[in-house]
């Protein structure tokens, strides 16, 4: 449930009805996005014996979202405030810029009671030339200020759908070492994606040569691919203490690092080997 967006009409108007439209439909991102209006509509008048009144008459009570959402049977409640631009006017004149600070709040009797108010989500800060340099199309509007809300919703869209997010890592490239022809193979298939026939070459490489710590590192990183992460910190361990070099540290930490977002992603609890070497964000 998106309920009105706090902030200025003429901005905030615009923004949740392009938000409510753009909820994705294809397989594996449906979600389906409803204004506390249309929520309040589907549930009887006066059942939730709560006031949608707050401090601000634009901003609804939390406590009756909550009650609406639920009988609804809604998961979340998104709340949106657009905040003011206090840059400097030499700044604001060189480019439009547009801040929503949105608040993503599980609902349901099911969810960890002191979650309610936590905030999940985070600001979207979005400035005009680089929303064009992501969105290309969009420089093709010819209103600014309608290219900059679709920009919004854009980024607004991956707080509450399922989303990619690209990472980068360094895979460790050998030199003159035995079993280097396949790791460089290894290499090449993980860079066009084939993590599953990088993995078979990196292991061949490891089993004809133990001791090459260059396959164990990539191996690691081959296994952070298809999330275990026990294997791939093991792994990272293992090439640490066979070659304590400076990218071998940094990739032990980076596969913790993974780890802690996927225990946190999901709600799962902390891994029976506890964590070594990062600290709780």
Same mark, same amino acid.
């Given at each position: 449930m998106v309920p009105k967006i706090v902030g200025p009409r003429?901005?905030?108007?615009p923004i949740h009805e392009k938000l409510l439209q753009a909820a !994705?439909?294809?397989? #594996?991102?449906?979600?389906?996005?409803?204004? *506390?209006?249309?929520?309040?509509?589907?549930?009887?008048?006066?059942?939730?014996?709560?006031?949608?009144?707050?401090?601000?008459?634009e901003?609804? @009570?939390?406590?009756a979202l909550a009650k609406t959402a639920q009988q609804s049977r809604i998961d979340f409640i998104l709340r949106g405030e657009i905040l003011p631009?206090?840059? &400097?006017?030499?700044?604001?004149?060189? #480019? /439009? %810029?547009?801040?929503? @600070?949105?608040?993503?709040? $599980?609902?349901? *009797?099911?969810?960890?009671? %002191?979650?309610?108010?936590?905030?999940? #989500?985070? &600001?979207?800060?979005?400035?005009?030339?680089?929303?064009? /340099?992501r969105y290309p199309d969009l420089a093709l509007a010819t209103d600014q200020d309608l290219a900059l809300q679709a920009a919004v919703v854009r980024?607004?869209?991956?707080?509450?759908? &399922?989303?990619?997010?690209?990472?980068?890592?360094? +895979?460790?490239?050998?030199? +003159?070492? $035995?079993?280097?022809?396949?790791?460089?193979?290894?290499?090449?298939? *993980?860079?066009?994606?084939?993590? #599953?026939?990088?993995e078979a070459r990196w292991q061949e490489a490891r089993d004809r040569y133990p001791f090459s710590s260059v396959a164990v590192h990539n191996l690691a990183i081959a296994a952070v691919a298809r999330q275990d992460f026990s294997q791939a910190r093991s +792994?990272?361990?293992?090439?640490?203490?066979? /070659? !304590?070099? /400076?990218?071998?540290? %940094?990739?032990?930490?980076w596969v913790e690092r993974r780890q802690r977002a996927y225990h946190k992603a999901f709600g799962l609890p902390d891994p029976p080997e506890g964590w070594s070497v990062t600290r709780a964000q």
């Open positions: 003429e901005l905030a108007d !994705p439909n294809d397989a #594996g991102r449906s979600t389906r996005l409803v204004s *506390a209006e249309e929520a309040s509509r589907s549930t009887k008048e006066g059942d939730s014996g709560i006031a949608l009144v707050s401090y601000s008459v901003d609804e @009570s939390d406590l631009d206090r840059r &400097p006017r030499s700044i604001t004149e060189a #480019g /439009k %810029q547009l801040t929503v @600070s949105w608040r993503l709040m $599980p609902v349901g *009797a099911d969810r960890p009671a %002191q979650s309610a108010g936590r905030p999940l #989500g985070q &600001p979207i800060v979005v400035e005009l030339e680089s929303a064009f /340099k980024d607004t869209l991956p707080l509450i759908t &399922p989303t990619v997010w690209r990472d980068r890592v360094q +895979l460790e490239i050998p030199y +003159l070492m $035995p079993g280097t022809q396949a790791i460089r193979q290894g290499n090449a298939l *993980a860079v066009a994606g084939r993590w #599953g026939e990088a +792994l990272a361990r293992r090439a640490v203490r066979m /070659k !304590p070099t /400076k990218l071998h540290q %940094q990739t032990l930490v």
